[in-house]
């Protein structure tokens, strides 16, 4: 039996503005057991990326329980809480967040090199293997001393998946991860997803985008920070399945209110 990477419990997440509370999340609760693929779908401003922040450490929840591989991330520091995201987690956003001075290959190196396990000669030796291994795997090894302006928005979400996934983190959030790109490079970002994910690796995703969504495990649709509904599709097997799982996603949505 799968254990659970993510648990969260009756999460709520209340912004104050201008003397105003304003409840962003409210009483979230769902599960995520390991090799999960999840994504969350919902209207702009139902609270998906806020969901998305506050369960990985970015945000920090008002009240609630946010369980991540059996540890309790509610009482943590920030520093602790910064340490756990550089270690055991991953992060894939719509921005991407390169820096401009270095190449593809250094700037997917760049955040292992800066933490503990970065700091040895042999250990930098390994994480320079790791990073030339990830880029063979997602087929970007010709970029590698490339400057981040000189490829394509799919080639650069791929370097961003190296990225986070040089320090072999126990999840994966994505935030997004095709909202820039057109559909070849979109497509490209979901099969290098698929793959980690057929390796084992748990994620959880914010997308807008049926034909994305369609292609996980498992869709929560949130509105006003409500999960009001879920809908399992299975493992997804091929392209062959893909435009039944898209019908299917597309009918339950409209009955959600989409």
């Not at 609760?29 to 506050?54: A, D, H, I």
């Not at 590698?144 to 799919?154: C, F, K, L, R």
């Not at 190296?162 to 099969?191: Q, W, Y």
């Given at each position: 039996?799968?254990?659970?990477?993510?648990?969260?419990?009756?999460?709520?997440?209340?912004?104050?503005?201008?003397?105003?509370?304003?409840?962003?999340?409210?009483?979230?609760?769902?599960?995520?057991?390991?090799?999960?693929?999840?994504?969350?779908?919902?209207?702009?401003?139902?609270?998906?990326?806020?969901?998305?922040?506050?369960?990985?450490?970015?945000?920090?929840?008002?009240?609630?329980?946010?369980?991540?591989?059996?540890?309790?991330?509610?009482?943590?520091?920030?520093?602790?809480?910064?340490?756990?995201r550089l270690?055991?987690?991953?992060?894939?956003?719509?921005?991407?967040?390169?820096?401009?001075?270095?190449?593809?290959?250094?700037?997917?190196?760049?955040a292992a090199?800066?933490?503990?396990?970065?700091?040895?000669?042999?250990?930098?030796?390994?994480?320079?293997?790791?990073?030339?291994?990830?880029?063979?795997?997602?087929?970007?090894i010709d970029?590698?001393?490339?400057?981040?302006?000189?490829?394509?928005?799919?080639?650069?979400?791929?370097?961003?998946?190296?990225?986070?996934?040089?320090?072999?983190?126990?999840?994966?959030?994505?935030?997004?991860?095709?909202?820039?790109?057109?559909?070849?490079?979109?497509?490209?970002?979901?099969?290098?997803?698929?793959?980690?994910?057929?390796?084992?690796?748990?994620?959880?995703?914010?997308?807008?985008?049926?034909?994305?969504?369609?292609?996980?495990?498992?869709?929560?649709?949130?509105?006003?920070?409500?999960?009001?509904?879920?809908?399992?599709?299975?493992?997804?097997?091929?392209?062959?399945?893909?435009?039944?799982?898209?019908?299917?996603?597309?009918?339950?949505?409209?009955?959600?209110?989409?």
């Amino acid at each position: 039996m799968s254990e659970n990477t993510l648990t969260v419990k009756d999460l709520c997440k209340t912004y104050i503005v201008n003397k105003r509370q304003n409840n962003v999340l409210r009483n979230i609760q769902f599960q995520m057991v390991s090799g999960e693929f999840v994504t969350v779908m919902g209207p702009s401003g139902s609270g998906k990326s806020t969901l998305l922040y506050t369960v990985s450490g970015m945000d920090r929840m008002t009240s609630g329980e946010v369980i991540f591989a059996g540890q309790s991330i509610a009482g943590l520091s920030d520093n602790q809480m910064s340490d756990l995201r550089l270690k055991e987690m991953g992060f894939v956003f719509q921005q991407m967040h390169m820096l401009r001075n270095l190449s593809v290959y250094d700037n997917i190196i760049l955040a292992a090199y800066n933490s503990e396990n970065g700091r040895t000669p042999a250990q930098r030796k390994q994480i320079n293997e790791n990073a030339k291994d990830l880029m063979r795997r997602f087929e970007i090894i010709d970029i590698a001393d490339n400057d981040i302006t000189e490829v394509s928005g799919g080639q650069l979400q791929r370097a961003c998946i190296c990225r986070a996934l040089i320090n072999h983190p126990k999840m994966l959030f994505a935030d997004e991860p095709t909202g820039s790109l057109n559909s070849k490079a979109a497509d490209e970002v979901m099969e290098t997803l698929h793959l980690l994910n057929c390796d084992g690796v748990t994620i959880l995703l914010v997308t807008h985008d049926v034909k994305v969504a369609a292609r996980t495990e498992r869709v929560l649709y949130i509105v006003d920070g409500n999960i009001r509904g879920e809908l399992p599709l299975g493992k997804y097997a091929g392209p062959h399945e893909t435009r039944d799982r898209e019908k299917k996603l597309s009918a339950w949505l409209m009955d959600m209110g989409w």
